[in-house]
């Protein structure tokens, strides 16, 4: 083909988008491919590519032949034609010498690209050659004649292929060589911070950057995504805040795309696995197999992960991710030629994953089948599971979401919630909802109450201490005798339960026999929650009796535990916090003591007074005192009181709250009977600010930016200008004199 017979469409770069948005970050990746020999720019439809390549052209200034290649390129006399001559339009003579062979009887291809390369090297500075829409040649003969220009490439040129898919490129060759630069989805995705920025370029100023953030989350950062939601955003007039919650697969702009763009290029069958499939978000070709009952499902995903059809394969187990949008497109369409295609595909997906007892997954596709009997049942076989996995919270939420008749006919849940509720902390109501229900079902189907329902719900009652700590102990007990006789599962965690109300009835002997018991179950390990729970129990007693190794060493067992199943972070990790705090406390380090309070009270915090935060209250209350914060310590003493007059029974808080209050007034009485010198001067104030932190010396020599020395020597000062023998009295009295008002103190 004649040079002036070649279409001036397919040998020009396109022009960037009026709207494109530069990309830093993009452009240095195609720079990093600068010392090989090919960069490949792989993504699906809509990723940018070649807006990404055409603006790395521009900035760069690099002298680059473009070709946008299509199915008629499918030759290489074709292709290399259009190279050719596209070579030739950018430098006289650069492309002639390669058309001619071209031209010659047979096309001696392999020739041609010879001559090209011998002129490009002859150019001496860099040249870049550009095959946009790659995918588009899928010849074998074409395929083979990149291959040898690869090879044959001269060390000042540089090809970058753009395309959807690999499409036969020998790439492991071109990697150990380190001649290849790779570009893919995910560097291609725009980040938080680039949809910022195309917004802002949008003037769309009335987005918030939770919108922004939601669009972003939406899309997955994919481009054509964020570019059609920002034009439609830009062209329409009322609530913007409101029309973008209802942007997404669904849309008909996303739809157009998606189905134009993906779905065309697809063949039949492909298009209908892909329209069923993808509704799952997450697939995996077992899973493909038996929700649409077919065996090649393994084919279908990895022609699809080839072609970058928005599906794409992670990194182990054989799985696939389906891009959002693609998944709420496909619902869309599914909903359109089958109002229960959906349903019918969640609920075999939700019995697949259960039967392979994944079931959290089981349950999410379950609730997306609207099968309230499906969840129901999943979690009443697997709750015990996810309680030991340290999923209290899954529990609850799925819990939460059921109607009260699927519960009670399932007591378990109920237990299971109250439970889940109990280790997470902060929802007594909850708490005592679901044993309610579980009552319910005693009354209306007692058939369905089994040994274990009875006895966990008695166990949660004794571990919350919610009804009083007689009443607990009375539930403790009874849970116990009730596990022990027919429901073992559950008897570490009432051994647990028992234990801790024992524990603020004052019985320390039998507090400790109880969870001594629980560590003594063969199966203990296997039961973190009961077993934690009981370790923070024998600590409390260790530190009771003096026993500070102990003490320690159960705190510290049960903080393991929890973070093995990652409940750290929960009302019953923070048992062992303050177990641990408790240990700090008796051995005279009562800045830790209060962190490992002040941390926990977060967790003990409630809507309704609970006698666990009446006691930490007291703990953080006497600590303070301890460390001369006076009136910290009565504020905390006040609260603490507070929660008390709302409980019915609280055990061994009535004389430790009178402990707290003689403490505080004696710790008081000798403040007042201090002699004051003299009051510190500006630079010892400044050290006497910091005396109520944690900081020692040294530290806070380095916020002053002082000597140690100095800092010591200010203290000294500190101490016998205030008549005190201690931080803690410095403090304390500083305090009371009104010295440190307007000075932060740490909860």
Not at 165 to 172: E, F, V
Not at 584 to 606: I, L, S, T, V, Y
């Amino acid at each position: 083909m004649g040079l002036d017979r070649m279409s001036a469409g397919k040998l020009a770069p396109p022009s960037l988008p009026p709207e494109s948005v530069t990309r830093p970050r993009v452009m240095r990746a195609l720079d990093a491919g600068r010392p090989g020999a090919l960069t490949l720019v792989v993504a699906p439809a809509g990723y940018g590519k070649t807006t990404a390549v055409r603006a790395w052209c521009e900035l760069r200034q690099t002298p680059f032949v473009w070709v946008s290649l299509d199915d008629s390129d499918n030759d290489p006399f074709r292709l290399w034609s259009c190279v050719s001559t596209a070579a030739e339009r950018l430098r006289p003579r650069l492309g002639v010498g390669a058309s001619r062979w071209l031209e010659m009887a047979g096309g001696a291809i392999e020739a041609s690209i010879d001559e090209l390369w011998r002129r490009t090297a002859e150019l001496g500075g860099e040249l870049v050659f550009v095959l946009d829409d790659y995918h588009e040649v899928t010849d074998s003969e074409s395929l083979t004649s990149i291959d040898h220009a690869l090879k044959r490439l001269p060390a000042n040129a540089r090809i970058v292929v753009v395309s959807r898919a690999d499409a036969g490129l020998r790439l492991a060759r071109l990697r150990v060589r380190g001649a290849l630069a790779e570009l893919r989805e995910a560097e291609l995705a725009f980040t938080l911070a680039e949809t910022r920025r195309l917004v802002e370029k949008a003037a769309l100023e009335d987005l918030t950057a939770l919108d922004v953030e939601s669009l972003w989350l939406r899309t997955q950062g994919w481009p054509a995504g964020l570019a059609l939601a920002v034009g439609w955003l830009r062209s329409m007039e009322g609530d913007r805040h409101a029309a973008l919650r209802r942007f997404g697969g669904g849309h008909r702009l996303i739809a157009q795309y998606l189905s134009e763009e993906v779905l065309a290029a697809l063949g039949p069958d492909q298009r209908q696995f892909l329209e069923r499939v993808a509704v799952l978000g997450r697939v995996h070709p077992a899973l493909c197999d038996d929700v649409l009952n077919r065996g090649d499902s393994n084919e279908m995903l990895s022609g699809l992960a080839r072609v970058n059809a928005f599906i794409t394969p992670l990194d182990s187990g054989g799985w696939y991710r389906v891009h959002p949008l693609l998944a709420e497109f496909t619902r869309a369409q599914l909903a359109a030629d089958d109002s229960h295609g959906e349903q019918r595909i969640h609920r075999s997906a939700a019995r697949w994953f259960r039967d392979r007892r994944l079931p959290i997954a089981a349950l999410e596709h379950a609730a997306q089948a609207d099968d309230n009997a499906l969840v129901a049942d999943i979690l009443a076989e697997q709750h015990l599971a996810l309680i030991r996995a340290g999923r209290a919270r899954t529990i609850l939420r799925w819990a939460e979401r059921l109607p009260d008749d699927e519960i009670i006919g399932r007591p378990d849940i109920a237990t299971a919630a109250a439970t889940a509720a109990a280790i997470i902390g902060g929802h007594t109501i909850q708490l005592r909802r679901y044993p309610q229900l579980a009552d319910w079902a005693q009354a209306r189907r007692p058939a369905a109450v089994s040994p274990y329902t009875t006895a966990t719900a008695a166990m949660v009652r004794a571990a919350s201490l919610d009804g009083g700590v007689n009443a607990a102990v009375i539930e403790g007990r009874q849970a116990v005798a009730i596990a022990e006789r027919e429901a073992d599962a559950t008897l570490v965690a009432a051994l647990g339960g028992l234990a801790r109300a024992l524990f603020f009835a004052g019985e320390m002997a039998d507090a400790w026999d109880a969870a001594l018991r629980a560590l003594e179950h063969p199966d203990a390990d296997r039961r973190p929650p009961g077993h934690a729970f009981a370790r923070s129990t024998l600590a409390l007693v260790a530190a009771e009796r003096g026993q500070l190794a102990w003490s320690r060493a159960h705190a510290e067992k049960a903080r393991s535990i929890m973070g093995t199943v990652g409940n750290s972070r929960s009302w019953l990790g923070a048992n062992a916090a303050v177990a641990t705090g408790i240990v700090f406390r008796e051995e005279g380090d009562h800045a830790a003591a209060e962190r490992h309070f002040a941390q926990a009270e977060r967790f003990f915090r409630d809507d309704v007074p609970t006698v666990h935060h009446a006691w930490l209250l007291l703990l953080l209350a006497l600590t303070r005192s301890r460390r001369g914060r006076l009136d910290d310590a009565a504020r905390t003493l006040d609260e603490a009181r507070i929660v008390i007059a709302g409980l019915p029974d609280v055990g061994i808080l009535a004389p430790l709250g009178e402990a707290v209050q003689d403490e505080l007034e004696r710790r008081r009485g000798r403040v007042a009977d201090g002699e004051v010198l003299a009051l510190p001067t500006d630079a010892e104030m400044a050290v006497l600010r910091f005396l109520i932190t944690d900081l020692s010396a040294r530290e806070i020599a380095g916020e002053l930016f002082l000597s140690p020395n100095t800092v010591r020597s200010h203290i000294r000062s500190i101490y016998r200008k205030l008549g005190a023998q201690s931080r803690t009295e410095a403090v304390a009295r500083a305090t009371s004199m009104n010295l440190l008002a307007h000075s932060q103190s740490p909860r």
